[in-house]
């Protein structure tokens, strides 16, 4: 794995515990150089220097340590830190969980920036879906640690397959501030989830054989995936499905 850990690189969920409290700024972004690279002391500074003005900090508070920043101020330090090793693909998990409402857009916009600029891949994890809207391109859903659906940003968004993935975007406030109704019912456990489909106790469309079966992640439509054994190719709307009362068995759609 030594080979691939310069290429992966990660930005974690709290800016406050991720950061090592004994070091300056800079050496918490040199770290990557000095470790992946043999720079001269000069190059290691003017690569810090570059990276704090790459993501919005003034280079000359690299001697600065940690607590002398704010929330949104540390995350872009850690966005510093995980560029500094030049890596192609990058994990943001949940990065903006912990800021405030005010810097939550500034660091959306810093990460979207930046995967333009240096053509990265971002793995970006979130239960906020209007950021996840907002920067990708692709959306994987994920309901007690399996994928449920997967597809374009625009097209989860706009015809939304599974029954979880329409309750997920039907609870986001709208432009009024009135809310839909959320799933009431409560969260299995994810150390003992229901057998057959996971959500089928949550589900207004779960039958009989949703507790049976489990379902295949399956391309319904060009480049839509969705888990669900009621709904296939002929009928993808799970609504319609329901109403006529069709169970589709997936191994068809193979």
């Not at 101020?73 to 500094?84: F, K, N, P, S, T």
């Not at 857009?105 to 906020?128: C, P, W």
């Not at 709904?231 to 799970?238: H, K, L």
Request: aromatic share 6%; hydrophobic share 45%.
């Amino acid at each position: 794995m030594r080979p691939f850990r310069r290429q992966m690189q990660m930005i974690f969920q709290d800016p406050y515990a991720s950061l090592n409290p004994r070091m300056t700024v800079g050496a918490i972004i040199a770290e990557p150089i000095r470790v992946w690279e043999r720079e001269t002391a000069r190059v290691i500074d003017e690569r810090v220097s570059g990276l704090m003005e790459m993501v919005g900090l003034d280079a000359r508070m690299r001697r600065r340590y940690p607590h002398e920043f704010s929330g949104g101020q540390r995350q872009r330090i850690g966005i510093a830190r995980a560029l500094a090793a030049k890596p192609d693909f990058i994990v943001a998990d949940e990065p903006i969980a912990a800021l405030d409402l005010s810097i939550q857009a500034q660091i959306l916009n810093l990460l979207g920036d930046l995967q333009e600029r240096l053509k990265l891949t971002v793995l970006f994890v979130s239960h906020d879906l209007r950021a996840v809207h907002h920067i990708s391109d692709r959306i994987a859903v994920m309901y007690l640690g399996q994928i449920v659906e997967s597809g374009r940003a625009e097209e989860i968004y706009a015809r939304p397959l599974m029954p979880y993935t329409r309750a997920l975007i039907a609870a986001i406030p709208s432009a009024h501030g009135r809310r839909q109704p959320a799933l009431v019912s409560e969260l299995p456990s994810p150390a003992n989830p229901p057998s057959g489909c996971r959500f089928r106790t949550r589900c207004p469309y779960a039958i009989a054989e949703c507790a049976e079966i489990v379902p295949r992640l399956v391309e319904i439509a060009p480049q839509h995936f969705a888990a669900c054994i009621r709904i296939g190719t002929m009928e993808p709307d799970i609504t319609k499905a329901a109403a006529a009362g069709l169970r589709v068995h997936q191994q068809a759609n193979e």
